[in-house]
């Protein structure tokens, strides 16, 4: 008896992965007796196995694709700015003349390669950016020893964020204007197949 009630508790998921092998007569004899079971308490299951469709078991989706596509391409973008964020930080530190410092240069770079890639970049890009302008007045001042105060630190803060925000921002712009005619160019061709079929 006990034995019994085991068999009729496979799920239904896995009873529908057994089904075509049993119709098809290569399931292995317990894999068989396991369906007949499971099918005998199941209603749902054996209308499947009948062919009528049963409403009240709901059809499995399949996982989005695109959504795990782009969590992937998310990661792999977040990855790309950690080595942006080190590479920048590292030409800041290393070659700050306290004139100028053309490795900012690079940002607009990197947010339009970025925004280019994935839109959805964005809050990653700002904190990657508010970390330089930190970065950047902490340089300043430690390049500076004698004229170090808040009043200066708070200014190379503020300077920082307005230029860097800027550059950041142009970079945004371009990528957003790429992705866009990228985006645009792609989908008529969807269109077409669509109108195609």
Same mark, same amino acid.
């Given at each position: 008896?006990?034995?019994?009630?085991?068999?009729?508790?496979?799920?239904? #998921?896995? *009873? @529908?992965?057994?089904?075509?092998?049993?119709? /098809?007569?290569? #399931?292995?004899?317990?894999?068989?007796?396991?369906?007949?079971?499971?099918? #005998?308490?199941?209603?749902? *299951?054996? #209308?499947?196995?009948?062919?009528?469709?049963?409403?009240?078991?709901?059809?499995?989706?399949?996982?989005?694709?695109?959504?795990?596509?782009?969590?992937?391409?998310?990661?792999?973008?977040?990855?790309?700015?950690?080595l942006a964020f080190a590479g920048?930080?590292?030409?800041?530190?290393?070659?700050?003349?306290?004139?100028?410092?053309?490795?900012?240069?690079?940002?607009?770079?990197?947010?339009?390669?970025?925004?280019?890639? /994935?839109? +959805?970049?964005? @809050?990653?890009?700002?904190?990657?950016?508010? +970390?330089?302008?930190?970065? /950047?007045?902490?340089?300043?001042?430690?390049?500076?020893?004698?004229?170090?105060?808040?009043?200066?630190?708070?200014?190379?803060?503020?300077?920082? *964020?307005?230029?860097?925000?800027?550059?950041? +921002?142009?970079?945004?712009?371009? +990528?957003?204007?790429?992705?866009?005619? @990228?985006?645009?160019?792609?989908?008529?061709?969807?269109?077409? /197949?669509?109108?195609?079929?």
């Amino acid at each position: 008896m006990k034995e019994a009630a085991e068999t009729t508790k496979i799920p239904c #998921a896995v *009873c @529908r992965d057994l089904m075509p092998l049993v119709q /098809d007569g290569v #399931a292995s004899p317990e894999s068989e007796a396991l369906v007949q079971a499971h099918m #005998a308490v199941c209603p749902a *299951c054996r #209308a499947l196995w009948q062919g009528t469709d049963d409403p009240a078991m709901p059809e499995q989706s399949a996982p989005d694709d695109g959504k795990i596509l782009q969590r992937l391409r998310r990661r792999y973008s977040t990855h790309l700015l950690l080595l942006a964020f080190a590479g920048i930080a590292a030409g800041i530190a290393l070659g700050y003349t306290g004139r100028s410092n053309w490795v900012i240069l690079l940002l607009p770079l990197v947010w339009g390669v970025l925004t280019y890639r /994935d839109t +959805g970049m964005g @809050r990653p890009l700002l904190l990657f950016t508010l +970390g330089l302008v930190v970065l /950047d007045a902490i340089v300043k001042q430690l390049a500076f020893l004698e004229s170090f105060s808040i009043g200066n630190f708070l200014f190379d803060l503020a300077s920082g *964020c307005i230029l860097y925000a800027a550059l950041g +921002g142009i970079g945004w712009l371009i +990528g957003w204007l790429l992705h866009y005619a @990228r985006t645009a160019r792609e989908e008529p061709a969807d269109d077409k /197949d669509q109108k195609n079929t």
